[in-house]
């Protein structure tokens, strides 16, 4: 298709335009300077894909020629050749948590060995983030958690039945235990790893049970041993049953069976069985 001569000249006038604005448009790169912060610029590799502008210089400390941004340029001292600077020293405790020795930098963290502040262990961490930490992990729905359960699991349920007889309402043997005030000291409740840790320390093997050496106080490091069930049985509060105890029991029979089992100091099932003729038969 041809076009006349005037339309061929307003055509023309129009790209010539078009160009002369998009070169206006177009950002004036200023050329870098011979020196930069003490870095010899040898060339100008111009903006990068990324539109980040690097240049090519010789380190001011080893005088090894390198890339680097022409922003970060400004920013360092060197091209890595230089050894990192010393980290700051740490404080003995941080947040309560004690730290016994500063490993310094590996991987971009800090590394330190520390005492956690609730159960006392000591764990590898990094100290920048103690001041969030409550503790090592060790804890588990408000309670110390145990480390124990998968080497002593019959220990663990020892520690939840004495809790249990002793705070537990609703507990079959609390009459004879947590009514008469029978308690636990305040460093096994807070810790049943201390619990684990004493008994393995005062010869605890899995034929042994726990027994106070005074049946009238709590369980604690100085009243508590490992006992066999025949020496458990010589130091005990409850009452051995004879016949004439049965009849006895039975002649209240309109009285609560807790009441009965902790007047008569057994249990409430040996009360049960007796007010049914299960045991202890005329």
């Excluded at 050329?31 to 010899?40: H, T, V």
């Excluded at 100091?265 to 007796?274: A, D, M």
Aim: aromatic letters at 10%.
């Amino acid at each position: 298709m041809e076009f006349s001569l005037g339309i061929q000249l307003s055509l023309r006038y129009n790209i010539i335009s078009l160009l002369n604005k998009r070169e206006l448009s177009m950002p004036v790169i200023k050329p870098l300077p011979d020196e930069m912060n003490g870095f010899i610029v040898l060339e100008d590799l111009r903006i990068a894909l990324n539109k980040i502008r690097y240049a090519r210089v010789i380190c001011k400390q080893c005088n090894i020629e390198f890339e680097t941004s022409v922003y970060h340029i400004h920013t360092i001292d060197s091209c890595g050749c230089l050894p990192a600077r010393p980290s700051k020293k740490l404080p003995d405790e941080i947040n309560g948590f004690k730290i016994l020795k500063d490993y310094g930098y590996s991987n971009g963290s800090r590394r330190a060995l520390i005492i956690c502040k609730v159960c006392q262990k000591e764990y590898e961490a990094d100290p920048n983030k103690l001041k969030y930490r409550k503790h090592c992990g060790c804890m588990r729905k408000g309670v110390i958690a145990s480390r124990y359960n998968k080497t002593y699991p019959r220990l663990g349920q020892t520690y939840k039945h004495m809790m249990s007889r002793c705070y537990k309402k609703t507990d079959q043997d609390f009459y004879n235990y947590g009514a008469r005030g029978i308690t636990i000291c305040d460093e096994w409740i807070r810790d049943r790893n201390k619990f684990i840790e004493w008994a393995i320390n005062t010869g605890y093997t899995d034929d042994l049970t726990i027994d106070r050496i005074d049946f009238n106080k709590g369980y604690s490091p100085e009243n508590c041993r490992w006992a066999t069930p025949v020496e458990q049985s010589q130091n005990t509060s409850r009452n051995v049953m004879t016949m004439d105890l049965a009849n006895q029991i039975r002649n209240e029979s309109n009285a609560n069976a807790k009441e009965l089992a902790r007047r008569y100091k057994v249990s409430e099932g040996t009360i049960w069985n007796i007010l049914h003729n299960r045991s202890w038969k005329n």
